[in-house]
Antibody
Framework: EVQLVQSGAEVKKPGATVKISCKVSGYTFTDYYMHWVQQAPGKGLEWMGLVDPEDGETIYAEKFQGRVTITADTSTDTAYMELSSLRSEDTAVYYC???????????WGQGTMVTVSS | DIQLTQSPSFLSASVGDRVTITCRASQGISSYLAWYQQKPGKAPKLLIYAASTLQSGVPSRFSGSGSGTEFTLTISSLQPEDFATYYCQQLNSYPRGFGPGTKVDIK
């Protein structure tokens, strides 16, 4: 079964850094880009960026450029999203997602809640 | 960047109603559009991709149409499990932006 399993909820102070993991199972990790999506409480979906696990190449949304780092560890079939200089507005659920068989995000992780609070 | 707008932003409907949601892109995206359904506390679920292709396992009451800049998602007969928020997404270029969402509520 194709699955993306994310790490657990995090609570961070303003200015800190959070790193969330997304472990892949059921397919060849390097065959598909991994995307990350942010959803603030009660708000819509915002695409953050992606990594190509094959070569580590990344594309980031301008909004997050400079604060986000997306990586892929092919030894553990795990993608990571690191967000730095956290502020209260970063309080959100973060999802990893991949385009597996269709032309869109057909496989999603369960989401990771990040709370930024002093 | 390509901007997506959705209308309406909120829709109140009854079981059995035919429901149509529109998504407009700020520039042409051919058929590179997807629709997702999201329920509270859950990850989005892909319904339609390539504007009109039904994702495997999705009921046939869902359909999509359009190309270029205007797209629609139609639910032919609304069921109780369809009350949710619906998002469109463009996959023509980066960033892979989403529309603001349409919440479908029970009348």
């Amino acid at each position: 079964e194709v699955q993306l399993v994310q790490s657990g909820a995090e609570v961070k102070k303003p200015g800190a850094t959070v790193k969330i993991s997304c472990k892949v199972s059921g397919y060849t990790f390097t065959d598909y880009y991994m995307h990350w999506v942010q959803q603030a409480p009660g708000k819509g979906l915002e695409w953050m960026g992606l990594v190509d696990p094959e070569d580590g190449e990344t594309i980031y949304a301008e909004k997050f450029q400079g604060r986000v780092t997306i990586t892929a560890d092919t030894s553990t079939d795990t993608a990571y999203m690191e967000l730095s200089s956290l502020r209260s507005e970063d309080t959100a659920v973060y999802y990893c997602a991949t385009v597996f068989e269709s032309g869109a995000f057909d496989i999603w992780g369960q989401g990771t809640m990040v709370t930024v609070s002093s | 960047d390509i901007q997506l707008t959705q209308s309406p932003s909120f829709l109140s409907a009854s079981v059995g109603d035919r429901v149509t949601i529109t998504c407009r892109a700020s520039q042409g995206i051919s058929s590179y559009l997807a629709w997702y359904q999201q329920k509270p506390g859950k990850a989005p679920k892909l319904l339609i991709y390539a504007a009109s292709t039904l994702q495997s396992g999705v009921p046939s009451r869902f359909s999509g149409s359009g190309s270029g800049t205007e797209f629609t998602l139609t639910i032919s007969s609304l069921q109780p499990e369809d009350f949710a928020t619906y998002y469109c997404q463009q996959l023509n270029s980066y960033p892979r932006g989403f529309g603001p969402g349409t919440k479908v509520d029970i009348k």
